[in-house]
């Protein structure tokens, strides 16, 4: 039977730990990571061409269908957040501050992304678990497709996902039975809309907290995506949005902490 459901992701930022990036400088890495899923049903994955139409065609200067977050202007991302705030999808986003971390944690290539990634893919298994009821359709698991990424080993993590599923590490709690490990693949940004609809979620978020080269952050993305974040009774930061570490633990901006707090 085909899959139930589908989840396109993407990140904005870097995993890079060296030196960061201060507002109005060049180089460096990012301060922030986020990693976000765009999860909906299998039988709508069609639809989703329409949907990145919708916000495609608002550009007319635009060459192409395909569409970047960082491409747009600030009406622009108004409106792809507010089109995406329509339809029916769910969205998560694990938030890293990368500044928190102490040297020599992650050392091994890829050892943070597929640590942060190891949430987004629980939070993806449990609102897949929660919306089988209303989706009938399929064998209940989910097919996840990842933005390819330069360096990135995707048979690493489907290895890696595999070692926790054989473990009886009780830190993990990935609702196994809806996750498709072997079926995880990863397809380039032009070729998948959900991908590009996952690159919007991302990059929302992440402007809420990392800095632009004046040293502001914009929360009005994510805020005007709110009523597709994944939540129960009104939790948001257990569920679809995790920042890590805790904020409690690091120093915020005013306008950092504005973002966590439209989901506090």
Not at 50 to 62: A, G, Q
């Amino acid at each position: 039977m085909p899959h139930s459901f589908v989840a396109y992701i993407d990140e904005s930022g870097d995993d890079g730990l060296g030196k960061f990036r201060e507002p109005g400088a060049h180089g460096g890495s990012s301060s922030w990571l986020i990693i976000s899923a765009c999860v909906f049903r299998n039988t709508f994955d069609l639809e989703a061409v329409r949907w990145r139409d919708e916000i495609s065609n608002s550009m007319p200067e635009k060459k192409s269908r395909q569409i970047h977050f960082a491409q747009m202007n600030h009406s622009q991302r108004i409106f792809a957040a507010q089109c995406l705030a329509a339809r029916p999808i769910r969205a998560i986003s694990i938030i890293s501050n990368k500044r928190t971390i102490p040297d020599g944690v992650y050392s091994d290539k890829n050892q943070l992304y597929f640590y942060l990634t190891r949430y987004l893919i629980e939070r993806i298994s449990w609102v897949c678990r929660d919306l089988r009821p209303e989706v009938p359709e399929g064998d209940g698991t989910v097919k996840i497709t990842f933005s390819r990424r330069g360096g990135m080993s995707y048979g690493g993590f489907r290895r890696y996902l595999a070692r926790l599923q054989s473990s009886a590490d009780k830190q993990v709690h990935i609702h196994w039975p809806v996750i498709d490990v072997g079926g995880i693949d990863a397809q380039d940004h032009s070729r998948r809309p959900g991908l590009q609809l996952a690159d919007i979620i991302a990059s929302a978020f992440a402007a809420g907290f990392e800095p632009d080269k004046f040293g502001n952050c914009e929360k009005r993305y994510s805020e005007l995506l709110r009523p597709i974040v994944y939540n129960r009774d009104g939790n948001f930061l257990s569920y679809g949005v995790k920042v890590v570490p805790n904020p409690e633990r690091m120093e915020l901006t005013p306008q950092q902490a504005e973002t966590i707090n439209i989901f506090s």
